[in-house]
């Protein structure tokens, strides 16, 4: 499959700036994956497409600042730093901007020497390895320094950081929000949870893996950067026995399909255990145990699209797509919601 098979035109417009005040009152896009049907609401009512004895599952990973701002020792230029993925206590793979001023060996001050960072390798793809020195805790000093990574599409100053944040949140280390669990609130939880629906949590730390872009023309020639990610004895034991009973599986987000699904054994089966996943979902995939998908919607040409279209049919989501643009839908991280059934 190519690149521009997964191709829109999406105006300007559309991508949501905000957050909306309430989480529960964004819309709500139903995709019926067999049918190809839609039909528009509310996300507040999600509860009526959830059954009893089905299994929600939300990833609760929260996000770090992960953006820090450095000035390079002897030449004062700035620099700014995504912390992607944490190796060790002092060091971490970033992207950096501009790179060309990240070459091993150089040093960076942050926050007036608070903290110091030591490139000392470039890897393929150019991320960079960069070490940090300090007095006190890293995360209270990150804290202090950094900022929250949002999107690049995102133009306006986010004046509540737990917006980018979903109630759930709970394990640090994402460098962006798993944003389809944003609507959620803990009275709507609590809805789901009185109708006999199971809520599970797993965690997938959210880096560069979702959002690289495709530059091959040859989906099938991309390269998924890896993701950490965990699932306890609990969480697998109540998905499984979930699908034994017949309920159906419900992600929260691609990064909770890519989980479970990467968790997964031939048989269906969810096997606790944490670990790295590098997997890459495409039409053409065989879903192993998710039944149904929440989720955002996506850019172009992206791994997320590209998802989506492996559970629902590349030409439904093109489709229900051209729908929401014409509906005036809010697209990305602060946008609207899609339910995959």
Avoid at 33 to 53: A, P, Q
Wanted: net charge negative; hydrophobic share 35%.
């Amino acid at each position: 499959m190519r690149k521009e098979d997964f191709y829109f035109d999406l105006p300007e417009e559309l991508i949501a700036q905000v957050p909306i005040e309430n989480r529960e009152g964004s819309r709500l896009l139903v995709l019926d994956k067999k049918t190809g049907d839609t039909e528009h609401g509310f996300f507040s009512d999600i509860v009526k497409y959830l059954n009893k004895g089905d299994c929600l599952v939300l990833n609760n990973t929260r996000v770090i600042p992960a953006r820090l701002f450095g000035h390079r020792k002897g030449t004062g230029s700035s620099v700014e730093f995504l912390l992607l993925k944490k190796i060790d206590n002092n060091r971490w793979e970033t992207l950096v901007k501009p790179g060309k001023k990240a070459k091993p060996g150089a040093i960076f001050d942050f926050g007036d020497g608070l903290m110091e960072g030591e490139i000392l390798e470039v890897k393929d793809g150019g991320t960079r390895i960069i070490e940090f020195k300090y007095d006190g805790v890293f995360e209270q000093l990150l804290d202090q320094l950094g900022e929250m990574p949002l999107p690049p599409y995102i133009k306006e100053k986010l004046e509540d950081k737990e917006r980018y944040q979903t109630v759930y949140s709970k394990k640090e280390g994402s460098a962006a929000a798993p944003t389809a669990g944003l609507h959620f609130t803990e009275s709507l939880l609590q809805k789901i949870k009185e109708r006999g629906v199971n809520i599970v949590y797993i965690t997938l730390h959210v880096g560069l893996g979702t959002f690289r872009p495709v530059k091959s023309e040859n989906i099938e020639e991309h390269d998924m950067h890896s993701e950490y990610y965990e699932i306890d004895e609990d969480s697998a034991n109540l998905i499984n026995s979930t699908k034994k009973a017949g309920g159906k599986i419900i992600a929260v987000g691609t990064t909770s399909v890519r989980t479970i699904e990467s968790a997964s054994n031939e048989q269906g089966e969810v096997i606790a255990k944490n670990g790295w996943t590098n997997i890459f979902i495409y039409p053409g995939y065989k879903f192993k145990v998710i039944d149904k998908l929440i989720t955002n919607f996506h850019l172009p040409e992206s791994t997320l699209i590209m998802l989506i279209s492996a559970l629902a049919g590349r030409e439904n989501v093109l489709h229900a797509y051209e729908e929401a643009i014409k509906l005036k839908y809010r697209f990305f991280s602060f946008g609207d919601a899609m339910l995959i059934k």
